[in-house]
T-cell receptor, first 112, second 114 residues
Framework: EAQVTQNPRYLITVTGKKLTVTCSQNMNHEYMSWYRQDPGLGLRQIYYSMNVEVTDKGDVPEGYKVSRKEKRNFPLILESPSPNQTSLYFC???????????FGPGTRLTVT | GQQLNQSPQSMFIQEGEDVSMNCTSSSIFNTWLWYKQDPGEGPVLLIALYKAGELTSNGRLTAQFGITRKDSFLNISASIPSDVGIYFC??????????????FGRGTQLTVWP
């Protein structure tokens, strides 16, 4: 089944404790992206990757890192999480930039 | 970043009614996408539009890519309770530094009364 998977689905952590949210797609898509969703603000793009080893900033990259060492995986790293990063995070992928993106199920992160 | 204006913010309708929502942008887009999100789930793609003037249907849903390339519309005919959710528009432009960006509207919350 073609899909985007994220892990974990739920995470509660404390300020400053490094964490990684994994994202994987099995559709051989070139393009992958991370979004956060907050009430009243909609979906905002954090980082995206046009291809392996190519990443770029979206609207809200501060406090996040990404890497794209292989085509199928695009992890999101929070080196020192803070409470304002409490949010619902989505990974998405598409064949190429500008084509329909398919979303993962989301990761709900709470930073206390 | 790019601002997409999606309206209305919310709609309360009776089952069987038709629904219309739209998105506008200040810039020209090459792609318009429409998504639906159920509570606790990721957005699910409904319709993708790639040409100005294009009109595409998916069951009871119909979406159009505005001829100015700065707007798009989504219509739902004969609404049913399972249409409840948040509908998002998203736009993409293939110009230069924004090639990798996808911009989202803030969503339309649809409630359907039986």
């Amino acid at each position: 089944e073609a899909q985007v998977t994220q892990n974990p689905r739920y995470l509660i952590t404390v300020t400053g404790k490094k964490l990684t949210v994994t994202c994987s797609q099995n559709m051989n898509h070139e393009y992958m992206s991370w979004y956060r969703q907050d009430p009243g603000l909609g979906l905002r793009q954090i980082y995206y990757s046009m291809n392996v080893e190519v990443t770029d900033k979206g609207d809200v990259p501060e406090g996040y890192k990404v890497s794209r060492k292989e085509k199928r995986n695009f992890p999101l790293i929070l080196e020192s999480p803070s409470p304002n990063q409490t949010s619902l995070y989505f990974c998405a992928s598409s064949r190429l930039a500008g084509y329909e993106q398919y979303f993962g199920p989301g990761t709900r992160l709470t930073v206390t | 970043g790019q601002q997409l204006n999606q309206s209305p913010q919310s709609m309360f309708i009776q089952e069987g009614e038709d629904v219309s929502m739209n998105c506008t942008s200040s810039s020209i887009f090459n792609t318009w996408l429409w998504y639906k999100q159920d509570p606790g789930e990721g957005p699910v793609l409904l319709i993708a539009l790639y040409k100005a003037g294009e009109l595409t249907s998916n069951g009871r849903l119909t979406a159009q890519f505005g001829i100015t390339r700065k707007d798009s519309f989504l219509n739902i005919s004969a609404s049913i309770p399972s249409d409840v959710g948040i509908y998002f528009c998203a736009g993409h432009t293939d110009r230069g530094s924004t090639l990798g960006r996808l911009y989202f509207g803030r969503g339309t919350q649809l409630t359907v009364w039986p």
